[in-house]
């Protein structure tokens, strides 16, 4: 079956980080660009961040810039998001989307809460 | 960074009747390789999104075909050709021909 697993989600202090992971399964992980997007409580879609297949290229909304980092294992077929200096604002579900020319492939979220 | 813009933002429907909603970008879609990517999203209550259309007209895997898509340029739209108690939640066009891509506000679908 095709699925994205997002994971790494919680709970955490203002100036803090968090690690989220994205397991792909099901098809061939290093094919495909692969996007985060994010979704506050009770608000629309927001694009965070893109790699390409090989991890040579990404690209950060303005404002995670300088505080995430998206990477990859195509080895391992997961993808990860490198969040630090996390802020009120960062709170929401973010998820994982594989993308193959405009046919996208969404995760079901992790949700991250910054609260002290 | 290319901006979208959805109407209406909520649409009462009854039962079996169809359902419209608009979607406009403020530049052109067209990519460099002459596709189109405009898309829409549906995401019913609690759930994550889900693809229905990708580059403005071909329904995707498993979509049911009372949906469709049209449009050129810069005014897309979505249509529900008969409301089904499983399609209420808030649909979403997106662009994805240049990064950043971008979302509209989001269309709210409920029964009347």
């Known amino acids: 079956e095709v699925q994205l697993v997002e994971s790494g989600g919680g709970l955490v202090q203002p100036g803090g980080s968090l690690r989220l992971s994205c397991a792909a399964s099901?098809?061939?992980?290093?094919?495909?660009?692969m996007f985060w997007v994010r979704q506050a409580p009770g608000k629309g879609l927001v694009w965070v961040s893109h790699?390409?297949?090989?991890?040579?290229?990404?690209t950060y909304a303005d404002s995670v810039k300088g505080r995430f980092t998206i990477s990859r294992d195509n080895a391992e077929n997961t993808l990860h998001l490198q969040m630090n200096s996390l802020r009120a604002e960062d709170t929401a579900v973010y998820y994982c989307?594989?993308?193959?020319?405009?046919?996208?492939?969404w995760g079901r979220g992790t949700l991250v809460t910054v609260s002290s | 960074d290319i901006v979208m813009t959805q109407t209406p933002l909520s649409s009462p429907v009854t039962l079996g009747q169809p359902a419209s909603i608009s979607c406009r970008s403020s530049?052109?879609?067209?990519?460099?390789?002459?596709?189109?990517?405009l898309n829409w999203l549906q995401q019913r209550p609690g759930q994550p999104p889900r693809l229905l259309i990708y580059?403005?007209?071909n329904r995707f895997s498993g979509v049911p075909d009372r949906f469709s898509g049209s449009g050129t340029g810069t005014d897309f739209t979505l249509k529900i050709s008969r409301v089904e108690a499983e399609d209420v939640g808030v649909y979403y066009c997106?662009?994805?021909?240049?990064?950043?891509?971008?979302f509209g506000q989001g269309t709210k679908v409920e029964i009347k």
């Open positions: 530049q052109g879609l067209v990519h460099g390789d002459g596709n189109t990517y």
């Open positions: 099901g098809f061939t992980f290093s094919r495909y660009w």
């Open positions: 790699i390409n297949n090989d991890g040579s290229s990404t």
């Open positions: 580059k403005i007209s």
């Open positions: 989307v594989r993308d193959w020319f405009g046919e996208s492939l």
């Open positions: 997106m662009q994805s021909t240049q990064i950043p891509w971008s």
